[in-house]
Structures are given as C-alpha cells and as structure tokens.
C-alpha cells in the first residue's frame, strides 16, 4: 500500500494534535502570539492549491507514484522544485504555532523528512529517467525545497 503524501500530512495533523493534547511539552508560543500560526497555515494552504493547480493546467498528473506527465518549471516551481509539499511543512508548522506547545513540532519534522526522503527521493528518480538533461538543468537552477 503506498501513503499520498496528503495521507501523510493528514496523519502527521492527527500526530501534531494527540502530541500536543497528550503530552504539551512547554508552551512556547502563548495567547495571543500563537495566533501568528495563522499566516503560515494560509500560505501553506496557498502555496500548495496553486501548485497543484499548476499542474492541472499543464495537464501533468499530481499523483506522487504515477509516470510524470511533463516538466513543470515556471510559477512556484521556478522557486522550489517542490512547493506542495513545501506549502504542506509550512501549514503544518503554522498549525504547531497556533498550538503553542513545543511537542507538536515532531509531527511537522516526520513529514519532512518522511517527504524528503522517500517521495521526494522517489520522484526525482522518475523525473530523472523521464526528462533527462532538462531535469538536471532544471535541479541546478533550482532547489530541492525553497
């Protein structure tokens, strides 16, 4: 069975919640300050929708473990070669914000990780093999995250 990395940020969201109720390891970002969350959980939900759409107007397919469609370099992609799942870290971290405990950040660190080495890794594999000099190119100018 293999994990889309929505599944996975959903898990990790459930992890970040149940982590920061069960055990609420210091408070780091009290009432109000906390609330500044919010603007990283918007971006992150921005980032990643527009990226996504990016690739439904490209006609490419989204799915982490599908045959890439086609090479995707402008909009965010000229920025991150991964800006979903950039967009999903930052929402992530923005929702550990707004809980203000520090042991909610272990589930925002295991789906990066998580994401950089097994999806991330995987797909660059596949982008690799399909597109050849373009995607080397294309790994030179840009990053891997931001």
Same mark, same amino acid.
């Given at each position: 069975?293999?994990?889309?990395?929505?599944?996975?940020?959903?898990?990790?969201?459930?992890?970040?919640?149940?982590?920061?109720?069960?055990?609420?390891?210091?408070?780091?970002?009290?009432?109000?300050?906390?609330?500044?969350?919010?603007?990283?959980?918007?971006?992150?939900?921005?980032?990643?929708?527009?990226?996504?759409?990016?690739?439904?107007?490209?006609?490419?397919?989204?799915?982490?473990?599908?045959?890439?469609?086609?090479?995707?370099?402008?909009?965010?992609? %000229?920025? +991150?070669?991964?800006?979903?799942? /950039?967009? #999903?870290? @930052?929402?992530?971290?923005?929702?550990? $914000?707004?809980?203000? %405990?520090? +042991?909610?950040?272990?589930?925002? /660190?295991? #789906?990066? @990780?998580?994401?950089?080495?097994?999806? $991330?890794?995987?797909?660059?594999?596949?982008?690799?093999?399909?597109?050849?000099?373009?995607?080397?190119?294309?790994?030179?100018?840009?990053?891997?995250?931001?």
């Amino acid at each position: 069975m293999k994990v889309l990395p929505p599944t996975l940020s959903l898990i990790c969201l459930i992890l970040i919640v149940v982590s920061h109720w069960a055990f609420p390891i210091q408070i780091i970002f009290p009432t109000p300050f906390n609330l500044v969350g919010l603007a990283p959980l918007v971006l992150g939900v921005f980032i990643s929708v527009s990226a996504n759409r990016q690739f439904a107007k490209a006609g490419t397919n989204v799915n982490t473990f599908n045959e890439p469609d086609t090479l995707v370099t402008d909009g965010w992609f %000229s920025h +991150s070669r991964n800006p979903m799942y /950039l967009g #999903f870290v @930052i929402a992530l971290a923005g929702i550990w $914000i707004l809980l203000g %405990s520090m +042991s909610p950040i272990l589930g925002v /660190l295991i #789906f990066t @990780i998580v994401t950089d080495r097994w999806y $991330i890794a995987y797909e660059e594999q596949k982008m690799a093999a399909k597109f050849g000099q373009a995607y080397q190119d294309y790994k030179r100018r840009v990053r891997r995250w931001v």
